[in-house]
Structure formats: structure tokens, C-alpha cells
């Protein structure tokens, strides 16, 4: 396993949205764990990276969940694995501070659905429907939205976008 390179803010393919995938391959697993060891071992730790994070225009989530999720389907080497999620369902709201290893130096508070139903596949291609509150909530929303091209501060209004936007460090 190795840590694959981050990609930032401004690259398209972090805009231009993602294919699913049909099969999921060796190759696609290979990446799978890339994934999680680059979440964990990058130069910046993080929860939850998407495929288009590390180059890869395709419908891919990996989460690490925080310790008090236990019995959690579609894990992996202790992190979550979701192939072409959707979310199905979402209700109540929170507001947390987010950041993302994409956009360096800036962070938000966002507001966000509590709880989700994620759907989808885990690494072994069986299907999956994952309940999820709290930080995994968010960090499953979080790492949908890069799928769907959309930052955590495209949830801010306008004004606020365009500040933070213009914070991001560049190196
Ligand atoms: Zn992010």
C-alpha cells in the first residue's frame, strides 16, 4: 500500500463528477486500500477521502469510523467502504466546521442533515444500506458531495464562498 497524491482545489477532476462503477476489480480494490492508507499515513490525516481526491473520476468513499461506531456494515481494514454511494435519506440539521485535504487553510462551520442512509456497495461488491448519525453522517455527506463535484463550502452563501475560496493556500 502506498499514499497516493492529493489533489487540490482547482484541478476538474475534483468538479466534473464521477462514473459509477460496474465491476469492482482487483485494481479497484488495490485502490480501495491505497485509499484508507492514505487517509490514515498522508502528510495530513483525514476521516474520509473520495476517489476524485486522489485523481480518480469515479463513485468511491472511504470513512474512518470514530471509535463508538460498532457492528458497522462495509468495513474494511477498520475503514468504511461505500462503492457508487447514494444517499437516500436525510433529516435533521447540525452545524460543524469542516475542512478537506483538497482545499488547504481554510475550514467552515456547515450545516448538514444529522442523520443519513447511505446505499451502496462494499469492497466486496455486496449491496449495503448504512445508518449513520453524527460525525459519520457528516463525513459520509462530506465525501458524497466530492462525488457530485461540490465542496463543503459550496453549502455557505455566496459572499462567505467567495472569501474562503480565496484563502485556499495554493502550495
Ligand atoms: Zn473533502
Do not use: C, M, S, T
Given at each position: 500500500m502506498r499514499v497516493l497524491p492529493v489533489v487540490k482545489h482547482g484541478d476538474p477532476v475534483l468538479t466534473n463528477g464521477v462514473e459509477q462503477i460496474s465491476e469492482v476489480t482487483d485494481e479497484i480494490r488495490s485502490l480501495i486500500d491505497d485509499m484508507i492508507y492514505t487517509m490514515r499515513n498522508g502528510d495530513t490525516p483525514a476521516v474520509g477521502l473520495a476517489a476524485p481526491q486522489i485523481?480518480?473520476?469515479?463513485a468511491l468513499i472511504v470513512a474512518e469510523p470514530p471509535?463508538?461506531?460498532?457492528?458497522?456494515?462495509?468495513?474494511h481494514d477498520g475503514a468504511v467502504v461505500v462503492i457508487n454511494?447514494?444517499?437516500?435519506y436525510g433529516v435533521g440539521a447540525t452545524v460543524v466546521e469542516e475542512g478537506c485535504l483538497s482545499c488547504p487553510g481554510i475550514t467552515a462551520d456547515v450545516q448538514r442533515p444529522a442523520t443519513v442512509i447511505v446505499k451502496g456497495l462494499d469492497r466486496d461488491g455486496r449491496p449495503v444500506k448504512l445508518e449513520a448519525e453524527g460525525a459519520l453522517a457528516r463525513i459520509f455527506q462530506h465525501e458524497v458531495d466530492h462525488l457530485h463535484?461540490?465542496?463543503?463550502?459550496?453549502?455557505?452563501?455566496p459572499i462567505k464562498r467567495q472569501l474562503l475560496k480565496s484563502r485556499i493556500r495554493r502550495t
Open positions: 485523481g480518480r473520476a469515479i471509535p463508538e461506531y460498532k457492528g458497522l456494515e462495509a468495513v454511494p447514494e444517499i437516500v463535484g461540490k465542496f463543503f463550502f459550496d453549502h455557505l452563501n
